[in-house]
């Protein structure tokens, strides 16, 4: 935040305290330039280009005014700052009303103009770059302008090229920044296939929704037989109602730094916000309950079926570490397909706030993981028609989203849900002792590689408190199994 104020400072911008500051981390917003440069020109060409002309992981800082002695036209105006994590700042782009007044600047002024902001803001003579395009936009009462340079120092893959932009609204600098130009014909190509990855999940997704109404009616009958555990269901309903509220508290800063919109009042859009969270929370709620019942219920009743604690937690450790070691030696034996960045999300609330939330999280996964599989237990019959079904489709989904998606990646998705679905019926189906510390593995040693490998400030510590919060989660689950045991 004080970096994107310090860069207004430096434009002769001083907003006062009427500007709401909103931050929000994210990653690039278009990652169609990085995946061009990626995979036409290969790593070495992507980390030249990667925080110059390709936009890093970043910060988007938004000044605006909601209220105030301004018309509700003139709060359009707004100031959007983007900055990299080493505190450079990659793009401003001020954002005025359609009918502001101002200049009307001929092409050879407005040149001369964006020439200099070249040279102050980008540090480039304009000599050295080609200009590409020199565009007028009329207002009611202004002349905008928008000029787009292109940079032959900077090596990019054949058919792109890296642009430098500079907007002017009348005869100020409104917008600048650089981007990487994808070629059409690349860009024709990526959205066929986006096409087909959108088709394809759609269709998949559509039917993965059918599995898990077959599910949710299957709980829905052991409530209807009482065959659920009261207190378990209460303590997941609270779970889950007190997540969804967590989440969006943590995340309200992102959201108005994206969404919220000037011209209505903050307390309709508070209001709106509060009803779609409630709506949302009550859903999650009584699925919350219903896997939390169900769930606990059944592991009360379920036999052992490790000799010891000792042996049930070395499977449990065996089966994660092989799960998240295959994916590992997958990607080592296979060329990447796109570049692959940190989750930064959480950097723009309280990570440790967050983390401090994977207490509920496990509780909720671990409820929904032991119901499901409780709920479809059978080798044979339309219940494991069912679950192989369900594997094979999530094996349709990963392979879909994948940027080279081909028949060939769908086909060995798909194959790869086969196998997973071996593993599951070979190493966990009929073991529902042995999905609790399969589950708390399986997210520990995501804990542990945002640990080892933080991915923002403070990253480490919310990693440390994440897993002490797990640790509490697992806690809570046993207490709740041990609650429901008969005497």
């Not at 939390?292 to 009360?300: D, N, Y």
């Not at 997958?330 to 609330?349: K, Q």
């Not at 080798?379 to 392979?399: E, H, K, N, Q, Y």
Request: include cysteine; hydrophobic fraction near 50%.
């Amino acid at each position: 935040m004080r970096v994107a104020e310090d860069e207004l400072a430096k434009m002769g911008v001083k907003l006062g305290p009427e500007w709401k500051r909103m931050a929000k981390a994210e990653g690039p917003r278009d990652q169609e330039p990085h995946l061009f440069v990626w995979r036409s020109g290969g790593k070495e060409a992507f980390a030249a280009l990667l925080g110059n002309h390709l936009p890093p992981p970043l910060w988007a800082i938004r000044f605006a005014r909601f209220a105030g002695d301004v018309d509700v036209a003139d709060r359009a105006e707004a100031w959007f700052v983007f900055v990299a994590g080493d505190g450079q700042v990659r793009a401003v782009h001020h954002q005025l009303p359609e009918a502001r007044s101002g200049a009307r600047l001929t092409r050879e002024q407005a040149a001369n103009l964006a020439h200099e902001a070249v040279r102050q803001w980008f540090g480039i003579e304009p000599a050295k770059l080609r200009l590409v395009s020199g565009r007028a936009t009329n207002r009611p009462d202004r002349l905008d302008w928008e000029f787009i340079y292109s940079d032959p120092a900077r090596a990019v893959p054949a058919g792109g090229e890296a642009y430098l932009q500079v907007d002017l609204a009348g005869d100020q600098v409104a917008a600048r920044g650089r981007y990487v130009f994808v070629p059409e014909s690349w860009t024709r190509e990526r959205k066929a296939t986006k096409d087909l990855s959108q088709l394809v999940t759609g269709i998949a997704g559509l039917a993965i929704l059918l599995v898990l109404s077959a599910v949710v009616v299957l709980g829905i009958r052991r409530f209807a037989r009482h065959e659920f555990s009261r207190r378990a269901a209460l303590a997941g309903a609270l779970a889950a109602l007190v997540y969804v509220a967590a989440q969006k508290l943590l995340g309200f800063e992102a959201a108005m730094a994206e969404g919220y919109d000037t011209t209505q009042p903050l307390t309709q859009q508070y209001l709106r916000d509060a009803l779609l969270a409630l709506a949302l929370g009550s859903v999650s709620a009584l699925l919350g309950a219903m896997f939390a019942g169900v769930g606990v219920r059944a592991a009360s009743r379920a036999a052992p079926t490790a000799p010891s604690r000792i042996a049930l937690w070395r499977d449990a450790l065996a089966l994660s570490l092989l799960m998240s070691g295959a994916g590992a030696l997958l990607r080592r034996l296979t060329p990447e397909p796109a570049p692959r960045f940190p989750n930064v999300r959480e950097a723009g609330s309280w990570p440790v706030a967050g983390a401090a939330l994977e207490a509920l999280d496990y509780l909720l996964a671990c409820s929904a993981a032991l119901a499901v599989v409780a709920l479809l237990a059978s080798r044979t019959g339309w219940r494991a028609g069912l679950t192989a079904f369900a594997f094979a489709l999530a094996g349709l989904i990963l392979g879909a989203r994948t940027p080279d998606l081909s028949i060939a990646t769908l086909a060995t998705s798909a194959a790869l849900g086969a196998v997973s679905y071996w593993l599951y019926s070979r190493f966990v189906l009929f073991r529902l002792d042995l999905v609790p510390p399969l589950v708390l593995c399986l997210t520990l040693l995501g804990t542990l590689q945002a640990l080892l490998r933080p991915a923002y400030p403070g990253a480490a510590p919310a990693a440390l408190v994440g897993m002490a919060s797990l640790a509490a989660g697992y806690a809570l689950w046993q207490w709740l199994v041990r609650k429901d045991r008969l005497p």
